[in-house]
């Protein structure tokens, strides 16, 4: 039962609103103290499944189960109240009317005054807002809310916390600050957390687990490396950035592409058959270098700069391009010929 | 499945108290129903021999002539304050509002008195140029002409607060890209300022047509018979419930037919702003002649509408007022305090259990009983009392009967002998009122507050009490308020419903006034006028709040 503990799980969810289908039978389970991301372009249903793990939707089929309980399934609906859940919102949703320790103490569940107030000074200490007890929220700047938000959420030990788009109405740099004392605070209360958001890059940051969502359907669930080096289509691997997609077929073992044949056992390909390998993978070197396995060759036609790293966009024979990211400073300039190896 | 699934969610308590409440709002209605088609033993017959066309032409002249009168003064007064600069213009634009608090049988009450043949004006004109009786044409203000007068005078502030709240709303950018295209101000104000504001205007004119529909208390001073007053008499004269029945459903039906050309006419002339950029009006400054000018045209709906009735009554009330006057009044002032007050207060709670559940559970039966219990405010006063009466008599009379069967007890005339009846009429009439003020306090509150406090371990009504309770406080006493205020000034429902030898301020006033003795009625008119003064004020901070430059829930939606 002990594995049970703080775990969620959810099983072939679906939900419409009317005749628009906004989740289509998802299933996941997040462990505690894991921090699952759920990433998006908005309208793709992943706010919707948080509202229907916390009670707020009754999903159309499908079952939640929080800490080993079930709360939802066919006969069975517990309302939002009764749910170990925590759910801190998009606007953070602070009482207007109430201080920062009243909106703490909001959710508190019985025991003594004083005890709840001393568990409300641990919380606020802990998201880093220690004596702003009485401040009222309209005072306190974005990243602020979010914190008091945060320790509004954890007053009730719940046993899964949903975070919806918590960081995007931040700015940049404190966003990043924000992010990681929200996620170090969560991990070390052991809490099974589910953040949505639409950005790759936050997902990428923050998450233990991904999944991409997208028109209500799991796309793919992965650690960020995994999503990142072997998506599962192209419109998955476009989300992280740049990526190259070489058409292929089957020969024997390996696989012909138009710029040559390539051992396929350790990359990805998409369902439509096509290769997918990212920039990082492809090392560029001059032609007169003896390298083993050179994979195809080319010509430099551009060069980006990205700040630490280079993207090179490469010709190769069948007027076809090629994308290689390789560090800065580089030498590669237009018109010089280059030779590809695949990095693996 | 899937459907238990979704009844399993339902909140049952707040479908149920929310479809209670409409169900009790649409009593009246259905009563009057009831009656279309019923024999009265030969009183209809009597009615459309004799009075029916009457009613049918002095309505409908009614309604035109104070739609026009109201157009003319609430959209030009509007425009001119909007967009011109004169001296005044500052307090003028609160200032128009003030009619608004005078109910229009008290400004009846006051012209007759000024214009009549023994009146000041009258009198000084005689004097000055020594006529007599026969030798000079004076208006007869207790006619159809006098009533479409009277009432343009008082409720032209709707037509002008739509108006002057849509002409506020639309950037100058539009009215300037008009001037640009080299459209003179005048002409853009027809061909730009207006189409666009038609939406608004068209809201507050219904709003006038409605109240004069059910306008009873000037009309009948005016000797004119409409509907309305038509009702009131062939119910207290000749006693006919189920005659008086049919002609509010006449009166129902014209309504309707309003409502549905309403909506229609809304439907059509929906516009969105194209540009979200606000930019503050420039406005246009007028040359002394054509200010002094401007000036008069907006002092006059004021000065006639509320200062000369106010001054006349405020002279009446110091110069004739009687010590005995005066206690009768204190008392009376008691009784109106206590209904309007009680009335205020269950119609805020019923409105704010509608509202919220209509928040938490928008179902179509839901939505379909906040608008059934929000109907009241277009049935005018007289039908509502008349399609309360049976029903609360019947069931006074199977209570008793009940009762005496049952313990040898009867508990009497509870409902219609009582403020009960009173309140319940009251409630059906003003619902509206605080309905429409609570939700839009509610729809200021952000729906995550909802979900947090679910989430936080709340049910829905502990979320109510802790959460939109006190984010709504000022909503709720402005709509106590207003229903107060309404209450106040109400006439035919009070007349109807109310219990045997209980009179209100208004009631007294009323029948004072009919039997020519204004000087005693002066101190409980004024009473009224000065709570009238409450909602003007609130009407006034909503309307300086609504100008887009200050009103952040006006940011452009991506």
């Given at each position: 039962?002990?594995?049970?503990h703080?775990?969620?799980k959810?099983?072939?969810?679906?939900?419409?609103?009317?005749?628009?289908?906004?989740?289509r039978?998802?299933?996941?389970?997040?462990?505690?103290?894991i921090?699952h991301?759920?990433l998006?372009?908005?309208?793709?249903?992943?706010s919707t499944?948080?509202?229907?793990?916390?009670g707020?939707?009754?999903p159309?089929?499908g079952?939640?189960t929080?800490?080993?309980?079930?709360?939802?399934?066919p006969?069975?609906?517990?309302?939002?109240?009764?749910r170990?859940?925590?759910?801190?919102?998009?606007?953070y949703a602070?009482?207007?009317?109430?201080?920062v320790?009243?909106?703490v103490?909001y959710?508190?569940p019985?025991?003594?005054?004083?005890e709840?107030?001393?568990?409300?000074?641990q919380?606020?200490?802990?998201v880093?807002?220690?004596?702003?007890e009485?401040?009222m929220?309209?005072?306190l700047?974005?990243g602020?809310?979010?914190?008091?938000?945060?320790?509004?959420?954890?007053?009730?030990?719940?046993?899964?916390?949903?975070?919806?788009?918590?960081?995007s109405?931040?700015?940049?740099?404190?966003?990043t600050?924000?992010?990681?004392?929200?996620?170090?605070?969560?991990?070390?209360?052991?809490v099974?957390?589910?953040?949505?958001?639409?950005?790759p890059?936050?997902?990428?940051g923050s998450?233990?687990?991904i999944?991409?969502?997208?028109?209500?359907?799991l796309?793919?669930?992965?650690?960020?490396?995994?999503?990142?080096?072997r998506?599962v289509?192209?419109?998955?691997?476009?989300?992280?950035g740049?990526?190259?997609r070489?058409?292929?077929?089957?020969h024997?073992r390996?696989?012909?592409?138009?710029?040559?044949s390539?051992?396929?056992?350790?990359l990805?390909?998409d369902?439509?058959?096509?290769?997918?390998?990212?920039p990082?993978?492809?090392?560029l070197?001059s032609?007169?270098n003896?390298?083993?396995?050179?994979?195809?060759s080319?010509v430099?036609v551009?060069?980006?700069?990205?700040g630490?790293t280079?993207?090179?966009?490469?010709?190769?024979?069948?007027?076809?391009?090629l994308?290689?990211?390789?560090?800065a400073?580089?030498?590669?300039k237009?018109?010089?010929?280059?030779?590809?190896?695949?990095?693996? | 499945?899937?459907?238990l699934?979704?009844?399993?969610?339902?909140?049952?308590?707040?479908?149920?108290?929310?479809?209670?409440i409409?169900?009790?709002?649409?009593?009246?209605?259905?009563?009057?129903?009831r009656?279309i088609?019923?024999d009265?033993d030969?009183?209809w017959?009597h009615l459309?021999e004799?009075v029916l066309?009457?009613?049918?032409?002095?309505?409908?002249v009614?309604?035109?002539?104070?739609?026009?009168?109201?157009l003319?003064?609430?959209?030009?007064?509007?425009?001119?304050?909007?967009?011109?600069?004169?001296?005044?213009?500052?307090?003028?634009?609160?200032?128009?509002?003030?009619?608004?608090?005078?109910p229009?049988?008290l400004?009846?009450?006051?012209a007759?008195?000024?214009?009549?043949?023994?009146?000041?004006?009258?009198?000084?004109?005689?004097?000055?140029f020594?006529?007599?009786?026969e030798?000079?044409?004076?208006?007869?203000?207790r006619?159809?002409s006098?009533a479409?007068?009277i009432?343009?005078?008082?409720?032209y502030p709707?037509?002008?607060?739509?108006?002057?709240?849509?002409?506020?709303?639309q950037s100058?950018?539009?009215?300037?890209?008009?001037?640009?295209?080299?459209?003179?101000?005048?002409?853009?104000f027809l061909?730009?300022a207006?189409?666009?504001?038609?939406?608004?205007?068209?809201?507050g004119?219904?709003?006038?047509?409605?109240e004069t529909?059910?306008?009873?208390?000037?009309?009948?001073?005016?000797?004119?018979?409409?509907?309305?007053?038509?009702?009131?008499?062939?119910?207290?004269?000749?006693?006919?419930?189920?005659?008086?029945?049919?002609?509010?459903?006449?009166?129902?039906g014209?309504?309707l037919l309003?409502?549905i050309?309403e909506s229609?006419?809304r439907?059509?002339?929906?516009?969105?702003?194209?540009t979200?950029?606000?930019?503050?009006?420039?406005?246009?400054?007028l040359?002394?002649?054509m200010?002094?000018?401007?000036l008069l045209f907006?002092?006059?709906?004021?000065?006639?509408?509320?200062?000369f009735p106010?001054?006349?009554?405020?002279l009446k009330?110091?110069?004739?007022?009687d010590?005995?006057?005066r206690?009768?009044f204190?008392?009376?002032?008691?009784?109106s305090l206590?209904?309007a007050?009680?009335?205020?207060?269950?119609?805020?709670?019923l409105?704010?259990?509608?509202?919220?559940c209509?928040?938490?559970?928008?179902t179509?039966a839901v939505k379909?009983?906040?608008?059934?219990?929000?109907?009241?405010?277009a049935?005018?006063?007289?039908?509502?009392?008349?399609?309360?009466?049976?029903?609360?008599?019947?069931?006074e009379?199977?209570?008793?009967?009940g009762?005496?069967e049952?313990?040898?007890w009867?508990?009497?005339?509870?409902?219609?002998?009582?403020?009960?009846?009173?309140?319940?009429?009251?409630?059906?009439?003003?619902?509206?009122v605080a309905?429409?003020?609570?939700?839009?306090?509610?729809?200021?509150?952000?729906?995550?507050?909802d979900d947090?406090?679910?989430?936080?371990g709340?049910?829905?009504?502990r979320?109510?009490?802790?959460?939109?309770?006190?984010?709504?406080?000022g909503?709720?006493?402005?709509?106590?308020?207003?229903?107060?205020v309404?209450?106040l000034?109400e006439?035919?429902?009070?007349l109807?419903?109310?219990?045997f030898?209980?009179?209100t301020?208004?009631?007294?006033?009323?029948?004072?006034?009919?039997?020519?003795?204004?000087?005693?009625?002066?101190?409980?008119?004024?009473a009224?006028i000065?709570?009238?003064?409450?909602?003007v004020?609130i009407?006034?901070?909503?309307?300086?709040?609504s100008?887009?430059?200050?009103?952040r829930?006006?940011?452009?939606?991506?």
């Amino acid at each position: 039962m002990n594995t049970l503990h703080n775990q969620l799980k959810i099983s072939s969810i679906s939900h419409s609103y009317g005749k628009l289908e906004a989740v289509r039978d998802v299933s996941l389970t997040i462990d505690p103290g894991i921090v699952h991301c759920l990433l998006g372009p908005s309208g793709s249903g992943k706010s919707t499944l948080l509202r229907v793990i916390a009670g707020l939707e009754q999903p159309v089929s499908g079952t939640v189960t929080i800490a080993g309980i079930d709360v939802n399934g066919p006969h069975l609906l517990e309302k939002p109240e009764n749910r170990s859940v925590g759910f801190v919102f998009q606007d953070y949703a602070l009482f207007p009317h109430l201080n920062v320790l009243r909106n703490v103490l909001y959710g508190m569940p019985g025991a003594k005054r004083s005890e709840q107030r001393k568990h409300a000074a641990q919380l606020l200490e802990r998201v880093e807002m220690a004596g702003y007890e009485s401040a009222m929220p309209h005072t306190l700047s974005g990243g602020q809310q979010q914190r008091v938000a945060l320790a509004r959420a954890l007053a009730r030990k719940p046993s899964v916390m949903l975070l919806d788009e918590p960081f995007s109405s931040l700015d940049a740099r404190l966003r990043t600050e924000v992010r990681d004392t929200t996620l170090r605070v969560l991990r070390e209360m052991n809490v099974a957390t589910l953040l949505v958001t639409h950005d790759p890059r936050e997902a990428m940051g923050s998450g233990d687990w991904i999944s991409v969502i997208r028109e209500g359907k799991l796309i793919q669930t992965a650690i960020p490396e995994d999503l990142y080096f072997r998506p599962v289509d192209q419109e998955t691997a476009e989300t992280f950035g740049t990526i190259n997609r070489l058409p292929a077929t089957q020969h024997e073992r390996d696989l012909l592409t138009p710029s040559g044949s390539i051992n396929p056992d350790t990359l990805p390909c998409d369902s439509d058959g096509f290769l997918l390998i990212r920039p990082e993978l492809l090392e560029l070197h001059s032609p007169g270098n003896p390298v083993s396995s050179i994979w195809t060759s080319g010509v430099v036609v551009q060069v980006d700069q990205e700040g630490g790293t280079n993207l090179v966009t490469v010709q190769v024979k069948d007027k076809s391009r090629l994308y290689a990211r390789c560090l800065a400073p580089t030498s590669w300039k237009p018109g010089n010929p280059v030779q590809i190896k695949i990095n693996l | 499945m899937i459907q238990l699934a979704r009844v399993w969610r339902l909140r049952w308590t707040w479908t149920l108290t929310s479809l209670s409440i409409a169900a009790f709002a649409t009593i009246p209605l259905i009563e009057i129903c009831r009656h279309i088609g019923r024999d009265s033993d030969g009183t209809w017959q009597h009615l459309t021999e004799t009075v029916l066309a009457g009613y049918i032409y002095n309505t409908t002249v009614l309604a035109v002539g104070v739609s026009t009168g109201s157009l003319l003064m609430g959209v030009c007064t509007a425009w001119l304050v909007t967009m011109c600069q004169f001296p005044g213009r500052q307090v003028l634009q609160f200032a128009l509002l003030l009619p608004l608090a005078i109910p229009t049988y008290l400004l009846a009450y006051a012209a007759t008195d000024l214009l009549q043949f023994s009146g000041p004006v009258q009198t000084l004109l005689r004097e000055t140029f020594h006529w007599t009786k026969e030798d000079y044409w004076f208006p007869n203000i207790r006619s159809l002409s006098g009533a479409i007068t009277i009432l343009s005078l008082g409720l032209y502030p709707y037509v002008y607060l739509a108006s002057r709240t849509a002409f506020l709303e639309q950037s100058a950018c539009v009215l300037e890209v008009s001037r640009t295209l080299g459209v003179g101000p005048w002409s853009s104000f027809l061909r730009v300022a207006l189409p666009l504001a038609r939406p608004s205007i068209v809201a507050g004119l219904s709003l006038t047509v409605m109240e004069t529909l059910a306008e009873f208390g000037a009309v009948d001073y005016c000797a004119v018979d409409t509907f309305a007053t038509g009702i009131y008499r062939t119910w207290m004269s000749l006693g006919s419930l189920t005659a008086a029945a049919q002609l509010s459903a006449c009166l129902l039906g014209a309504i309707l037919l309003l409502l549905i050309i309403e909506s229609a006419a809304r439907r059509k002339l929906r516009f969105h702003h194209a540009t979200y950029r606000y930019r503050e009006l420039a406005l246009f400054k007028l040359r002394p002649p054509m200010a002094l000018l401007t000036l008069l045209f907006c002092c006059a709906p004021v000065l006639f509408g509320f200062v000369f009735p106010v001054i006349l009554f405020m002279l009446k009330s110091f110069r004739n007022g009687d010590e005995r006057a005066r206690e009768i009044f204190l008392e009376l002032g008691q009784n109106s305090l206590i209904v309007a007050a009680l009335a205020g207060l269950v119609a805020t709670c019923l409105a704010l259990i509608t509202a919220y559940c209509r928040r938490i559970q928008p179902t179509p039966a839901v939505k379909v009983a906040t608008r059934l219990s929000g109907l009241g405010y277009a049935i005018p006063g007289g039908v509502i009392a008349i399609g309360l009466f049976g029903p609360l008599s019947w069931i006074e009379e199977n209570i008793d009967k009940g009762a005496d069967e049952l313990f040898g007890w009867s508990p009497g005339f509870w409902l219609t002998g009582t403020m009960v009846a009173l309140i319940i009429g009251y409630q059906t009439r003003f619902l509206a009122v605080a309905l429409s003020m609570i939700q839009a306090g509610l729809t200021r509150i952000q729906s995550t507050l909802d979900d947090a406090s679910y989430v936080l371990g709340r049910s829905p009504g502990r979320t109510l009490g802790q959460v939109h309770f006190p984010l709504l406080r000022g909503s709720l006493l402005c709509a106590a308020l207003l229903v107060f205020v309404d209450t106040l000034k109400e006439l035919p429902i009070t007349l109807i419903l109310r219990p045997f030898n209980f009179e209100t301020l208004a009631v007294r006033v009323y029948q004072l006034a009919s039997d020519e003795r204004l000087d005693e009625a002066s101190s409980g008119a004024l009473a009224i006028i000065m709570t009238g003064l409450i909602p003007v004020i609130i009407l006034s901070r909503l309307m300086s709040v609504s100008r887009p430059s200050l009103n952040r829930t006006n940011k452009p939606l991506p």
